[in-house]
């Protein structure tokens, strides 16, 4: 019983760079093309091979074989190819090379409401959206009421869906998809939009699908979510395949490429962000057991370690960090006071500051660091970005998630203490 | 890495594998593909159908209006003022047989031409067989050939026309009528998706197409072998076994229907090749 439910052979595609830009001719223009073509086939042959280089590949040797019962994340940055992926294992458009193999009905989930008619009532358009993504009428009937169950539209199922809200519209639109019974699934970036308690349930009812044995390719660049849902992660750039292995471990190579930030850094004299009192040298993020490393488990210890060369002596050097969520918010800063009003000697040092665990929360986080002195204030230089880890919940026993696998929303995520006593028992 | 599934007992049902690779020459129709998913072509023209009920006054009325007020223009100009034969039938019965199948053809031609370009949203996010889209689109005009025949009924009892017993082959007519409108919304669906000013011409072509048929005059206006060569355009077989069939006047020669009957099949299946070859690339480009 070993075969693969999608195999994808050496794949490419490439597309007219003309034919994107225009998009279509007019029929006009191909008689003109046609004319100055043939016009300039008099010309020396080297004017046409430029013509060639105006195509681009959106897709390039891309190979991969997914089993059945993987869930399997394309992660890559808009226009890297993993729509065009999509589309050519959804059958949209032809490969221009390589081949894949789908074993099993492919159901897909690409921006929701597309097919859907807005003059049209809830209830029709379940029809017709079911109808649009392969299902049978008989199929559609017998899940109807399960379906606007999900969608919890029993109220509004009999208006014209152009009175709904875009939130109504896509709930209704993600339930008649989630009930598709394909043995594969690709779903390209829909938790994007709707409500953080909608997207929740999104994810939960596409974490069952894959809980069902059937194969789900999920399409984001919400590294959260691939690395919540799937286990394995293929990255794509620049139509290329990157990387393929375990979700976490492409999610945070993406992110250190993506991002611009690594775990570790070490400057060279020259370009060291210094002044003539002190000059960094590394900085690198670390596990409690010392190992440098991008990623780092929501229920540990960080540790951010710098290393530093005092070049003056006698004044107070104060090391300090700066944390910075994905989205740039300052998280917090943190200094190491027992330098304050201590003048220091020449010579190399090296400065850990620890996080405690389970105060940080899931994603990106980039560190700046920076040397001051106190009294008087004066900072001696800041380095922006100057490490970059990602921080992963995967659901183990310990940390402050308890095992709810929903979204938790905020900017840092402690572990609170909790204390909760029966006061008096009601018979 | 080491799924779950491998751990799942050996009785799952293989599903048979497709191969997705660039294809060379047209595969033909994709009959199995049609049938596959023939609801939705179901549910397509179900859609427009409802939803030009739901969004236009008149609603069925349109049905109705258009052949009838083309039928009470051309009385006026061509029967009454130019004085156009009719072959002795009131003038008005006369173009409205005609302008039943005409209509049905025109809007069937009109509404398959721009429908690929009008479903954009669908063929470049879902698969399914892309002959079904200009096939929907055709549909909802079936109805409106319905309401109108019925109207046409309507006049001949009116009039006092008894049909005769070459009613039987109108279902024929009117899958011939269906056949070339196909044939050529296919053509023009599918070049419309490469050439956008495709869809410019097919109103103007339907107008020109309707002059070079047999609608406003009778084709025994024309001699023989005249009137054969005639038939190379489908639309006088059509229209004029209508007024055979139904107005008990001569049907057109079986040469005739074997020329038409051929153009008809020829320009279908040049449709359907010029379509399959070429939908590959719709998504990429329209």
């Known amino acids: 019983m070993s075969f693969t439910a999608i195999s994808a052979k050496g794949l490419g595609k490439r597309y007219a760079i003309g034919a994107a830009k225009h998009r279509y001719l007019t029929f006009r223009e191909t008689l003109v093309n046609a004319f100055s073509s043939s016009m300039r086939r008099l010309k020396p042959r080297s004017q046409s091979a430029g013509l060639r280089s105006a195509d681009f590949w959106a897709l390039q040797d891309v190979s991969f074989d997914i089993q059945p019962g993987e869930t399997v994340g394309v992660i890559g940055r808009n226009g890297a190819g993993k729509?065009?992926?999509l589309k050519i294992i959804s059958q949209i458009t032809e490969p221009t090379q390589g081949e894949v193999h789908v074993r099993g009905r492919v159901g897909t989930l690409l921006e929701i409401g597309t097919g859907f008619h807005p003059e049209l009532t809830g209830n029709e358009n379940v029809y017709l959206y079911g109808a649009i993504l392969g299902m049978r009428r008989a199929e559609i009937a017998r899940k109807f009421d399960e379906i606007v169950a999900f969608a919890e539209m029993e109220k509004f199922i009999e208006t014209p869906v152009k009175r709904y809200s875009s939130g109504m519209y896509m709930r209704l639109a993600f339930a008649v998809a989630a009930?598709?019974?394909?043995?594969?699934l690709l779903v390209d970036e829909v938790l994007a939009v709707g409500d953080a308690r909608f997207q929740q349930r999104c994810?939960?009812?596409?974490e069952d699908v894959s809980n069902q044995g059937r194969t789900v390719v999920f399409v984001s660049h919400n590294m959260a979510a691939i690395t919540r849902l799937c286990r394995r992660a293929i990255w794509l750039n620049d139509g290329k395949l990157v990387m393929d292995g375990s979700a976490i471990e492409v999610g945070s190579q993406y992110l250190n490429a993506d991002v611009g930030g690594?775990?570790?850094?070490?400057?060279?004299?020259?370009?060291?962000?210094s002044n003539t009192i002190v000059r960094l040298c590394a900085a690198r993020v670390i596990t409690e057991a010392g190992k440098v490393s991008p990623e780092m488990d929501v229920r540990f210890k960080i540790g951010v370690e710098i290393e530093y060369e005092i070049l003056e002596a006698g004044h107070s050097v104060v090391p300090n960090y700066h944390f910075y969520g994905a989205d740039g918010t300052h998280l917090f800063m943190a200094l190491d006071d027992k330098w304050m009003q201590k003048p220091r000697a020449v010579g190399r040092y090296r400065s850990t500051g620890w996080i405690p665990g389970n105060i940080l929360t899931e994603g990106l986080v980039t560190v700046g660091v920076g040397m001051m002195q106190a009294e008087p204030f004066m900072v001696q230089f800041h380095a922006v970005d100057a490490v970059a880890f990602y921080m992963v919940d995967n659901l183990k026993p310990g940390s402050a998630r308890g095992g709810y696998a929903g979204k938790m929303p905020g900017v840092i995520r402690p572990k609170l203490t909790w204390d909760t006593r029966l006061l008096e028992k009601d018979e | 890495m080491v799924s779950k599934f491998v751990s799942e007992p050996a009785n799952v049902i293989v599903p048979p594998e497709r191969i997705l690779k660039p294809r060379r020459g047209w595969g033909g129709l994709g009959l199995e593909q049609l049938w596959k998913y023939r609801e939705l072509l179901y549910f397509l023209a179900w859609r427009d159908v409802k939803v030009r009920y739901k969004q236009t006054v008149l609603g069925i009325g349109w049905a109705i209006i258009q052949p009838f007020m083309t039928m009470v223009v051309f009385s006026v100009f061509f029967g009454r003022l130019a004085k156009v034969p009719s072959d002795g039938l009131p003038y008005p019965i006369f173009a409205f047989a005609a302008l039943v199948p005409w209509t049905f053809f025109s809007s069937a031609l009109n509404s398959s031409a721009g429908s690929l370009q009008g479903s954009t949203n669908l063929l470049t996010k879902v698969y399914f067989p892309r002959l079904i889209i200009p096939m929907a689109s055709i549909l909802p005009g079936v109805i409106d050939f319905g309401i109108a025949f019925v109207i046409l009924c309507g006049m001949m009892v009116y009039y006092g026309v008894v049909?005769?017993?070459?009613?039987?082959?109108?279902?024929?007519?009117a899958i011939l009528a269906l056949f070339v409108a196909l044939g050529v919304g296919l053509w023009a669906s599918a070049l419309n998706v490469k050439y956008r000013d495709i869809r410019y011409t097919i109103?103007?072509?339907?107008?020109?197409?309707?002059?070079?048929?047999?609608v406003a005059y009778p084709s025994s206006l024309l001699d023989e072998p005249w009137r054969t060569v005639y038939a190379l355009n489908p639309m006088v077989s059509v229209v004029e076994g209508f007024r055979g069939a139904l107005l008990n006047r001569a049907m057109p020669s079986l040469t005739m229907f074997a020329v038409s009957g051929v153009i008809?099949?020829?320009?279908?299946?040049?449709?359907v090749y010029y379509f399959r070859r070429t939908e590959r690339y719709f998504a990429d480009i329209i």
Not at chain 1, 262 to 273: C, S
Not at chain 2, 163 to 173: A, D, E, G, M
Request: overall charge negative; cysteine-free.
């Open chain 2, 163 to 173: 049909p005769t017993w070459n009613v039987v082959f109108l279902p024929l007519l």
């Open chain 1, 262 to 273: 690594i775990a570790e850094r070490v400057w060279l004299p020259g370009n060291a962000p």
């Open chain 1, 203 to 206: 994810l939960g009812k596409m």
């Open chain 1, 83 to 85: 729509s065009t992926l």
């Open chain 2, 264 to 271: 008809a099949l020829l320009m279908f299946i040049t449709g």
């Open chain 2, 203 to 214: 109103p103007f072509a339907t107008q020109l197409w309707l002059f070079a048929t047999p």
């Open chain 1, 179 to 184: 009930h598709l019974e394909t043995e594969i």
